[in-house]
Nanobody, 116 residues
């Protein structure tokens, strides 16, 4: 049974950083395209970043230069390093596969709040 869990969210001041981690059981993340998504209250879900099973990486324009996606095969995780956070980054972040609809598997998400 596939189970995906995100961690690392929290409250951070503008300009700060967070590192999110996506881990899975019953599922080897290396073999799949893995995407990070976010959804703010009252807004549509947006793709943030994707790393393909061939390690091709994509970022949304809004996070380019600030966010970095990476794999840790030993830990079976896909991490999202988020720097220079601003209030517009506030959302629930979740990881899923594949990187576009229809999503086959996803986690519950972790809350990221950027506020002073």
């Amino acid at each position: 049974q596939v189970h995906i869990v995100e961690s690392g969210g929290g409250l951070v001041q503008p300009g700060g950083s967070l590192r999110l981690s996506c881990t899975a059981s019953g599922f080897t993340l290396d073999y799949y395209d893995i995407g990070w998504f976010r959804q703010a209250p009252g807004k549509e879900r947006r793709g943030v970043s994707c790393i393909t099973r061939k390690d091709v990486i994509h970022y949304a324009d809004s996070v380019k230069g600030r966010f970095t996606i990476s794999r840790d095969s030993a830990k079976n995780t896909v991490d999202l390093q988020m720097n220079s956070l601003n209030p517009e980054d506030t959302a629930v972040y979740f990881c899923a596969t594949p990187c576009a609809d229809p999503l086959a598997h996803r986690g519950q998400g972790t809350q990221v709040t950027v506020s002073s």
